[in-house]
């Protein structure tokens, strides 16, 4: 599985944004979908996930402004962001889980990644 992110830019605090994970190969929809964020001199942290089922988990930082979606036709996975702050700021990564496993919030449970894409919130 190939996953390719795009979206990313600057935008003020308060505004939104929505990021799209483009996936290759025809197994997508058995994969749990996750995006992760990697803010500069701080570790990759979860921010969603989206099972096949279409259950979706949040972080706490994020619930109630990020929405995670995902449309299996097409092979993508999609993350609105609004009321967008200035500690949102990151380089996003998509991410790919096999199903056929527990996929969670651990980096390490999941298979494949995406280059990301930078999302810059300014104050």
């Known amino acids: 599985v190939q996953l390719q992110a795009s979206g990313g830019g600057l935008v003020q605090a308060g505004g939104s944004l929505r990021l799209s994970c483009a996936a290759s190969?025809?197994?997508?929809?058995?994969?749990?979908m996750g995006w992760f964020r990697q803010a500069p001199g701080k570790e990759r942290e979860f921010v969603t996930r989206?099972?096949?089922?279409?259950?979706?988990d949040y972080a706490d930082s994020v619930k109630g402004r990020f929405t995670i979606s995902r449309d299996n036709a097409k092979n993508t996975v999609y993350l609105q962001m609004n009321s967008l702050k200035p500690e949102d700021t990151a380089i996003y990564y998509c991410a790919a889980g096999d199903g056929s496993y527990y996929v969670g919030r651990d980096s390490k449970e999941y298979n494949y990644w995406g280059q990301g894409t930078l999302v810059t919130v300014s104050s």
């Open positions: 989206i099972r096949s089922a279409m259950t979706t």
């Open positions: 190969g025809r197994t997508f929809s058995k994969y749990v």
